[in-house]
């Protein structure tokens, strides 16, 4: 069946997100020095993301809205130190904007920007990036995160809203991602086609069958060449 459409994870697959987070955490913590000096002097990074842990442990739908968690974790984290738990707002978004600040992969753009010539493009994601604020907003035709839908990857609700998004059926949908437990079989499991993006080099765990393994996304405009020279 000819394929309309393609939709793309985020974090790890069009940018790398570990040195984004770890920008965006400094970011944060400086702001933080500057207007409220009391959360940094008790609680680091890491004590940080363990109290975000023990929430998510004590309430997994958190799993489906990580803004919300990050933003539970500082209002927890103001009023211990003694501030209103109001202060995490103004705080998530200065991680916001840093969270922002991607470098796409070389690859990234110039390749969207012809497959938006031929295929409807849109993103799904369980994070929290905003495709306009990070500058995609005119290249994909929608995006959707855990938090639209309530369930997180590999949750079906996620890649069904996509093809209604896309008034597509699920096996003329490709989705492209980064992560095996998430996208690849997230994607398979609703009929999708399934891509796994495998940026690094990750030896393959067998548990799944993608339609395809590729390195970059010169590699995916050749798949669908391929595969729409065989329709």
Request: with cysteine; proline share 6%; aromatic share 8%.
């Amino acid at each position: 069946m000819p394929i309309r459409a393609i939709c793309f994870d985020l974090d790890n697959t069009l940018w790398s997100i570990d040195p984004v987070i770890k920008q965006a955490e400094k970011a944060l913590f400086d702001w933080l020095r500057q207007h409220y000096p009391k959360i940094p002097k008790q609680f680091s990074v890491n004590e940080l993301a363990k109290r975000r842990q023990r929430l998510l442990e004590e309430q997994p739908e958190l799993l489906n809205n990580l803004g919300l968690l990050r933003k539970m974790g500082l209002a927890q984290a103001a009023v211990e130190a003694g501030y209103k738990a109001e202060i995490a707002e103004p705080a998530f978004e200065i991680f916001q904007q840093a969270r922002h600040q991607v470098t796409f992969y070389p690859d990234v753009l110039p390749v969207l920007k012809r497959l938006q010539k031929r295929y409807i493009l849109g993103t799904l994601t369980n994070g929290s990036a905003d495709i306009n604020r990070v500058g995609l907003g005119d290249i994909m035709s929608f995006s959707l995160m855990a938090s639209d839908v309530n369930a997180a990857k590999p949750h079906p609700a996620l890649f069904e809203a996509a093809c209604q998004r896309a008034s597509a059926r699920p096996e003329e949908v490709v989705h492209v991602g980064d992560d095996e437990d998430c996208d690849v079989a997230g994607a398979l499991a609703v009929g999708m086609k399934a891509v796994w993006l495998n940026r690094i080099y990750k030896t393959p765990s067998g548990k799944y069958q993608p339609h395809a393994i590729i390195t970059n996304l010169g590699e995916l405009e050749r798949l669908l060449q391929t595969w729409e020279s065989t329709l």
